[in-house]
């Protein structure tokens, strides 16, 4: 009788440890290793449910794939795009930590360059992006991956590669091949000329539609991604073709209204496309694919 009692006790301890091990490896199993741009390999959710965005260039990726944030920058609610899809999204500002923490999120996202990176760590696991560092479909492809969504991210690149080169032929038979293109944008009283890859428009026109840059834009722009021009070198920037992202305001009007800007072959040309700078902050698939459209329409519609 003590033999089979001490048989029965073994027993359950083994099937104890046993336990343990399946619920440890279920524990494990719930987390997955991610190597930052910084190098430094963290731990994140496998399927993060609370996600805080404060890097807003990535909040219309994580909406594209179905993923609603908890808390996101306050930039992605000033475009017209993103605004209507962020109701009952916590709209947060540069140094709200407190708020950060009290949403509870499992995962928060950044930029390297945000001073608060360091106490978002304490709070959740935090991913910083270099925003430089990858062009805007890898970005996508990256969130899908973190998301667990990889497949519904390369689906979107795959469609977006195949339409927009599409959408280039069709502008190059129009325009011509061998037309050159500027991207401007005026902030009060500055300008800035922008690369491939800042917003504004600039993945579409150079790598979508795979139109041709502005010889200057290649050599002084493309490698930091924007510069900010003066006035007077303006012209030295523009392609046979300008397109001018601004916000409503005088300084814009100042700068439009010189004999500088009129005298330029584009704007004499009539080769000058316009839009609200707001709509085109951002690169993610829901941005992309209403600036793609006014883009091409207004590019189009040129003489």
Excluded at 133 to 161: Q, T
Aim: aromatic fraction near 10%; proline fraction near 3%; include cysteine.
């Amino acid at each position: 009788m003590k033999k089979i009692l001490v048989l029965f006790i073994v027993c359950i301890i083994m099937l104890a440890a046993c336990g343990n091990k399946d619920s440890k490896k279920e524990q494990k199993e719930t987390t997955v290793e991610f190597k930052t741009d910084s190098g430094k390999t963290i731990k994140i959710p496998k399927e993060p449910k609370r996600i805080v965005v404060m890097g807003a260039s990535y909040v219309g990726n994580l909406i594209d794939l179905g993923v609603t944030p908890v808390g996101a920058d306050q930039y992605a609610f000033q475009s017209d795009i993103l605004k209507p899809k962020l109701k009952g999204v916590e709209q947060l500002n540069p140094g709200d930590v407190e708020k950060v923490a009290k949403l509870k999120p499992d995962l928060i996202i950044s930029f390297d360059t945000d001073k608060d990176n360091k106490k978002y760590e304490k709070i959740a696991p935090t991913i910083p992006f270099t925003y430089t560092k990858h062009d805007y479909l890898e970005v996508h492809e990256l969130l899908g991956k973190i998301v667990g969504k990889e497949k519904e991210a390369k689906a979107f690149v795959d469609k977006w590669n195949k339409e927009t080169k599409k959408d280039g032929k069709e502008i190059k038979k129009h325009l011509g091949e061998d037309k050159t293109y500027s991207i401007f944008q005026f902030f009060q009283k500055e300008i800035y000329v922008y690369g491939d890859n800042w917003g504004r428009g600039s993945e579409i026109i150079y790598q979508a539609f795979d139109l041709k840059m502005q010889d200057k834009i290649v050599k002084d722009v493309k490698p930091t991604g924007w510069k900010k021009v003066s006035s007077e070198s303006l012209s030295s920037y523009a392609g046979d073709i300008v397109l001018v992202s601004s916000d409503a305001g005088s300084a814009t009007n100042t700068v439009t209204e010189s004999n500088l800007w009129k005298n330029m072959d584009a704007v004499k040309n009539n080769r000058l496309v316009e839009y609200d700078s707001e709509d085109f902050w951002f690169n993610d698939p829901i941005s992309l694919e209403h600036q793609r459209k006014v883009l091409k329409d207004k590019l189009m519609n040129l003489k």
